[in-house]
């Protein structure tokens, strides 16, 4: 779009939903939230920015999604195998005084969904819509 009051709008709520997508992700251990719902807020800041500017930006910003999808799942599987390292099971509180870990883990899923929602997001939005006639 090229209204500069949406452009405007969607820079001033950016950081408010990013803001309020890491603190579901980071207190969803003591409230409603998490890692899913947290990855989901934060995809739809960055999708806000997708809609109100330029492909320029979009096609720039694909190519850091990747990586964030990349890093997500190997944090995930690190987080994971974190546990088998000192002798339990994959996923194995590692501190079980504390909810270090799961806060971890909801941080880790919070990076794969965003990334992965976003990715789904700018893979659909390069699509063009075929309009069938029914002539």
């Known amino acids: 779009m090229s209204s500069p009051i949406i452009n405007t709008a969607g820079r001033a709520l950016t950081p408010f939903i990013l803001m309020y997508g890491a603190y579901v992700t980071l207190f969803g251990v003591l409230s409603p939230g998490g890692g899913f719902p947290g990855g989901m807020i934060l995809a739809s800041g960055i999708i806000l920015i997708i809609v109100t500017h330029d492909t320029e ?3 720039a910003l694909a190519s850091h999604t990747e990586w964030f999808d990349i890093l997500g799942a190997f944090a995930f599987l690190l ?3 974190s546990g088998i390292f000192v002798g339990g099971a994959y996923l194995t509180n ?4 504390n909810s270090f870990m799961l806060i971890l883990l909801d941080i880790v899923v919070a990076l794969k969904v965003f990334a992965g929602t976003t990715a789904l997001f700018i893979f ?3 699509l063009e819509v075929v309009k069938c006639s029914t002539d």
Not at 94 to 97: A, R
């Open 57 to 59: 930006e979009i096609k």
């Open 79 to 81: 987080v994971g195998l």
């Open 94 to 97: 590692l501190w079980p005084d």
């Open 124 to 126: 659909f939005f390069k």
